[in-house]
């Protein structure tokens, strides 16, 4: 079984732009989130899609926004970007219910 | 607020030796807790799953345990290796997401 692919690896973007990560599903998951990790903190939750609608939400704020396809894919996009959204993404997978979360490797932005 | 806290948040030791790290948290009911690696600017490994129905799980020479009553959950690394060597994170899975701590850094020497 494939495991869950993010794309791009890195990405370096200015301050004011906006920035869309993808992420592609472990097979079998529907359920998708995502995550900001900030250099030497854990992953702080920013929202979850499970059949193509959000189910959950973590304290970011609307300029954060995603999308999950048919496909059980998704994309993060962040709008205005700030210096402080420089993080690493991470993009984690899941099926309904106690089965645990498979993460991807992540996207590391740069806001400059 | 729903907290998680991994102490120590950085322990360094000779090759061979067992050790322990811990995590506790506020949220006695929780779904499950799972432990993850990270190396240096990657993604999360997923090591163990504890559902909320266990008190255990075992992977080789890993071994985690769950105490939700106490709120707590600690890692045993047996006969730890250099390529042990990462960040371990705990987290648990609240509604719709999962609770990170800060993470134990974790250098092993030869």
């Known amino acids: 079984e494939t495991g869950v692919t993010q794309s791009p690896t890195h990405l370096i973007k200015t301050r004011g732009q906006q920035v869309t990560l993808r992420c592609s599903s472990q097979?079998?998951?529907?359920?998708v989130s995502w995550y900001q990790q900030a250099l030497g903190q854990g992953p702080q939750f920013i929202f979850q899609?499970?059949?193509?609608?959000?189910?959950g939400r973590g304290n970011f704020p609307p300029r954060f926004s995603g999308l999950q396809f048919p496909n059980y894919s998704s994309e993060l996009n962040v709008n205005a970007l700030e210096l402080d959204d420089s993080a690493l993404y991470l993009c984690?997978?899941?099926?309904?219910?106690?089965?645990?979360?498979?993460f991807g490797s992540g996207t590391r932005l740069t806001v400059v | 607020k729903q907290e998680v806290t991994q102490i120590p948040a950085a322990l360094s030791v000779p090759e061979g030796e067992n050790l322990v790290l811990n995590c506790s948290f506020t949220?006695?009911?929780?779904?499950?807790l799972q432990w993850f690696r990270q190396d240096p600017g990657k993604g999360l490994t997923s090591l163990l799953l504890?559902?909320?129905?266990?008190r255990e799980q075992t992977s080789g020479r890993l071994n985690a345990s769950l105490d939700k009553s106490s709120g707590r959950s600690t890692l045993y690394i047996a006969a730890s290796q250099p390529g042990d060597s990462a960040t371990y994170l705990c987290?648990?899975?609240?509604?719709?997401?999962?609770?990170f701590g800060q993470g134990t850094r974790l250098t092993i020497n030869p």
């Open positions: 899609y499970y059949r193509e609608e959000e189910n």
């Open positions: 097979s079998g998951h529907n359920t």
């Open positions: 987290a648990f899975q609240g509604a719709q997401k999962l609770v």
């Open positions: 504890i559902q909320s129905s266990q």
């Open positions: 949220d006695s009911a929780i779904y499950n």
């Open positions: 984690a997978s899941s099926l309904s219910g106690n089965y645990g979360y498979t």
